[in-house]
């Protein structure tokens, strides 16, 4: 993946290109508020369907012991856009993704609790 642009900030831009052996496919968006380590607002577009725009916010929820979920919701300017961003294979993409940090989260050493940060 290729990050052209990741400028987190509320109106900041952000765009990415991920390439595989004989495919690319380009994302952008716009980040909307402020971020923050918790929770953060971004449309996401991918360059494949132009014109079917979506309103994400993910957010993060500490569970003790070193867990955190992860809440992801996604609004949808119609069904249709909904229904391209499926056919696409967004869903296989996303959860190729959560898969792949998952993968890179269990290498990681624990992280310290937040009251000795």
Do not use: N
């Amino acid at each position: 993946m290729v990050i052209d642009r990741y400028e987190v900030r509320d109106g900041g831009r952000w765009r990415y290109v991920h390439r595989d052996a004989e495919h690319e496919y380009g994302f952008h968006g716009v980040f909307h508020g402020e971020p923050s380590v918790d929770a953060m607002v971004q449309t996401f577009e991918f360059e494949g369907a132009p014109g079917h725009v979506s309103l994400d916010r993910l957010s993060l929820e500490d569970l003790g012991d070193g867990r955190t979920r992860i809440h992801a919701h996604s609004a949808f300017e119609s069904v249709e856009a909904r229904d391209a961003m499926v056919t696409a294979g967004m869903g296989d993409g996303v959860r190729e993704a959560y898969e792949r940090l998952d993968e890179v989260l269990v290498s990681l050493p624990p992280a310290a609790p937040a009251a000795q940060r």
